[in-house]
């Protein structure tokens, strides 16, 4: 089974950056298995919804709405993944959740395939 802790969140002003970190272990992750890290966030009254993902190879997806913003990355050894936050703006406030789930590639965006989550990490865009 893998578990999974986000962590990181806070209060930034708008234009600001923030990163944050998802700690991933057991299970295919320790395994050296093939399967995605993706971050989603849930806004108060909207629906959860997907932000960006990274394969166990570092191939790397993004939503629209954070493409040149936003960088996910990882590092191997600690089984960590990162979420680096640029150019923050209020409509990126929400609950950001971490995610793993098993393969890779289609349905990365898809949170109903992520097998594992952690609790979340809230973040704050306001001056």
């Known amino acids: 089974q893998v578990r999974v802790a986000e962590s990181g969140g806070g209060l930034v002003q708008p234009g600001g950056s923030l990163t944050l970190s998802c700690a991933a272990s057991?299970?295919?992750?320790?395994?050296?298995?093939?399967?995605?890290v993706g971050w989603f966030r849930q806004a108060p009254g909207k629906e959860r919804e997907f932000v960006t993902a990274?394969?166990?190879?570092?191939?790397?997806y993004y939503a629209d709405s954070v493409k040149g913003r936003f960088t996910i990355y990882r590092t191997d050894a600690q089984n960590k993944v990162y979420l680096q936050m640029n150019s923050l703006k209020p409509e990126d406030t929400a609950v950001y959740y971490c995610?793993?789930?098993?393969?890779?590639?289609?349905?990365?965006?898809?949170?109903?395939?992520?097998?594992?989550w952690g609790h979340g990490t809230a973040v704050t865009v306001s001056s």
């Open positions: 995610g793993v789930r098993r393969g890779s590639g289609p349905g990365y965006d898809d949170g109903s395939l992520y097998e594992s």
């Open positions: 057991g299970g295919i992750v320790n395994s050296y298995g093939v399967y995605d």
């Open positions: 990274i394969s166990w190879n570092s191939r790397t």
